[in-house]
């Protein structure tokens, strides 16, 4: 038995370097985001901390940072720090329980005890674990992660409802992209054309590369084979390893809706092309979503039912990922301009909703505040040709009337103003502009 917990405290030195330091080595975290400030202002609540996000999107580093601020604010020693990570075969196999007894074992600590706990819903049962200590009302803090959602819900859910604060991590946005550039961005917002330049030609560079930030600190020559490594382990790992799907038919539907993302994509149209059962797809676009892989966005109904009978639009989590693994189109580059805005409108922590009337007049996105729809945005690459113009404004403008709405907005790819119609303001911004301005 020492022996066995000997190898596992020596594992656990290779994943906690400040037992031995103090310290966490600059290399291992990164760029300070948004969301680094926000796990550490909820750092020192009672409630379970869950993080969640795509793989690889940032998660294991953003543990890193609130590490180091609690050893740079002396709010912990580095003993009472202890990271676990369950994608270590011998920490996995091994189970957190035993882990947690030659942790003590070794350091044996009476006061608080700050758990990180990364990849957590590889081990079977650490929902009770938590729970069984938060409610003993131990000095233990947990923070913990997954690349799944599916770790929040059903019986998870219903062991640590009312004990969580969930946080939500995305791939870089293009703001975070450019200080991972080391772009500077003007403090009072006035762009000189030589600056607005410059910021469009590395808006190009964040839409073809997207934001998973190893990929963009990483040789040019190798991005699109660790991507399609990235791609690989999501199937595998996320989901064929927790739910047992058939790893071809979940591959040739997801390479399906990468490539044909933010279009109306119905499941008994999938059904012919693909060849697979209605219960697989459904199925299997659960996992995708649950996976961080694909965002869904139904038809805007106050009916849920409605909303489930109507096709939904699927957008990739990252487009760099996306062109990687999916077949590519000349038309690709509109719609990857509304698939960017989507994810950006779920990282502000909005629901996505599209809306079509019944003369077939569409409008991109519907912004829903409580029960009421507050906001319309339409996307489009280019407004220089006057049919798409027209089509474009008439999608929006059906919107407006029929919600009531005094404005809504176009994001185009280099337009700027606003004029009425109808009564109503449409107000015309680039998309690259709103991306850094960080609202609606």
């Given at each position: 038995?020492?022996?066995?917990?000997s190898e596992i405290v020596q594992a656990l030195a290779d994943w906690n370097p400040w037992w031995e330091t103090g310290t966490v080595p600059p290399a291992l975290q990164g760029i300070r985001r948004p969301c680094t400030d926000e796990l550490i202002g909820l750092a020192e609540e009672r409630q379970i901390k869950i993080v969640t996000g795509v793989r690889r999107g940032g998660k294991s580093t953003l543990f890193y940072q609130v590490i180091d601020w609690l050893l740079q604010t002396k709010r912990a020693q580095p003993q009472q720090i202890l990271l676990i990570n369950f994608e270590d075969a011998a920490l996995a196999q091994a189970g957190i329980e035993k882990i947690y007894s030659a942790y003590q074992t070794t350091f044996g600590v009476q006061g608080a005890v700050w758990f990180f706990l990364d990849e957590v819903h590889r081990q079977e049962h650490w929902e009770s674990w938590i729970r069984k200590w938060y409610d003993l009302k131990r000095k233990f803090?947990?923070?913990?992660?997954g690349s799944s959602a599916y770790l929040l819900k059903k019986e998870y859910a219903t062991l640590l409802t009312g004990r969580n604060l969930a946080i939500e991590v995305f791939p870089l946005s293009f703001r975070e992209f450019l200080v991972f550039k080391n772009v500077a961005l003007p403090a009072n917002g006035a762009l000189s054309t030589t600056a607005a330049d410059n910021l469009q030609f590395h808006f190009k560079q964040y839409l073809a590369t997207g934001g998973f930030p190893e990929v963009l600190a990483t040789n040019e020559a190798i991005k699109r084979k660790l991507l399609n490594q990235y791609f690989e382990d999501l199937l595998y790992k996320d989901i064929v390893a927790c739910f047992g799907a058939n790893y071809?038919?979940?591959?040739?539907?997801?390479i399906y809706l990468l490539t044909n993302n933010a279009n109306l994509l119905s499941q008994r149209s999938m059904r012919g092309q693909l060849e697979m059962g209605l219960g697989t797809i459904s199925e299997y676009l659960g996992f995708f979503e649950d996976a961080w892989l694909v965002l869904q966005?139904?038809?805007?109904?106050?009916?849920?039912?409605?909303?489930?009978?109507?096709?939904?639009?699927?957008?990739?989590?990252?487009?760099g990922l996306k062109d990687a693994v999916a077949f590519r189109f000349?038309?690709?580059?509109?719609?990857?301009?509304?698939?960017l805005v989507a994810i950006e409108l779920r990282r502000r922590g909005l629901e996505l909703f599209y809306w079509k009337n019944?003369?077939?007049?569409?409008?991109?996105?519907?912004?829903?505040t409580a029960t009421k729809v507050s906001m319309a945005i339409q996307v489009a690459a280019r407004l220089n040709n006057p049919k798409t113009k027209k089509r474009e404004v008439n999608g929006l403008l059906a919107a407006l009337n029929h919600f009531d709405l005094k404005e809504g907005i176009i994001l185009t790819g280099d337009e700027s103003g606003s004029e009425m119609m109808?009564?109503?303001?449409?107000?015309y911004q680039p998309i690259w502009k709103w991306l850094l301005e960080g609202s609606i």
């Open positions: 038995m020492a022996k066995v917990l803090h947990f923070f913990i992660t071809q038919k979940l591959k040739e539907l997801a966005a139904p038809k805007f109904d106050f009916s849920y039912q409605k909303q489930l009978a109507n096709p939904k639009k699927i957008y990739a989590i990252d487009l000349s038309e690709d580059y509109g719609r990857n301009l509304e698939n019944g003369n077939g007049l569409e409008t991109d996105f519907l912004i829903r109808e009564g109503r303001t449409i107000r």
